[in-house]
């Protein structure tokens, strides 16, 4: 945990730093609510939010904080997490693919008794939204957390800010 320390304080400086550009536009761009299966050990079903937070520099790069509870078939698991999601596409087309990567705090019922835990991870997402209607999409998505130890697919809705 020390080691993670020093990276999140340099993340926070340059997250600051880059505020101060016009570039970053921060704010509430959309949400979503997913549905899940975590694939490590037994399994677990899992619900997840996301809320997309701002673009970085362009408006296909998102900065998206979100949240994952597992449960069932073992301990209940948690994943609050902050990625940073680059979109192929502009949001006007049909089929958006996107790609990204964060880090996220994992935690688990008991975890004050469980050696590493709770545990700063890598994390990988490969997505895709298609146009169900307006400003709403299906979202699937692959997160590939634990440097590529645990696997997790999604399905949901997400929602955009309309222009």
Same mark, same amino acid.
């Given at each position: 945990?020390?080691?993670? *320390? =020093?990276?999140?304080?340099?993340? *926070?400086?340059?997250?600051?730093?880059?505020?101060?550009? !016009?570039?970053?536009?921060?704010?509430?761009?959309?949400?979503? $609510?997913?549905? &899940?299966? !975590? %694939?490590?050990?037994?399994? @677990?079903?899992? $619900?997840? %939010?996301?809320? !997309?937070m701002?673009?970085?520099?362009?408006?296909?790069?998102?900065?998206?904080?979100?949240?994952?509870?597992?449960?069932?078939?073992?301990?209940?698991?948690?994943?609050?997490?902050v990625?940073?999601?680059?979109? %192929?596409?502009?949001?006007?087309?049909?089929?958006? =693919?996107?790609?990204? &990567?964060?880090?996220?705090? /994992?935690? @688990?019922?008991?975890?004050?008794?469980?050696? !590493?835990? =709770?545990? %700063?991870?890598? @994390? /990988?997402?490969?997505?895709?939204?298609?146009? *169900?209607?307006?400003?709403?999409?299906?979202?699937?998505?692959?997160?590939?957390?634990?440097? /590529?130890?645990?696997?997790?697919? /999604?399905?949901?809705?997400?929602?955009?800010r309309?222009?």
């Amino acid at each position: 945990m020390t080691r993670i *320390l =020093p990276i999140l304080l340099a993340l *926070l400086c340059w997250a600051a730093a880059a505020a101060q550009n !016009d570039p970053v536009q921060l704010g509430l761009h959309g949400f979503a $609510a997913r549905v &899940g299966v !975590d %694939f490590e050990g037994q399994g @677990q079903a899992l $619900a997840s %939010f996301a809320v !997309d937070m701002g673009n970085l520099y362009t408006d296909r790069l998102r900065l998206r904080p979100s949240a994952e509870l597992g449960f069932g078939w073992g301990d209940n698991t948690y994943v609050a997490n902050v990625e940073a999601v680059y979109r %192929f596409t502009a949001d006007t087309v049909v089929a958006v =693919p996107y790609l990204g &990567g964060g880090v996220a705090l /994992f935690g @688990q019922e008991g975890c004050g008794e469980i050696e !590493d835990c =709770p545990a %700063f991870w890598a @994390q /990988f997402v490969l997505g895709f939204e298609v146009r *169900l209607r307006n400003h709403i999409n299906w979202v699937l998505e692959y997160h590939a957390e634990d440097a /590529f130890r645990r696997h997790r697919i /999604f399905l949901g809705l997400t929602s955009r800010r309309g222009n």
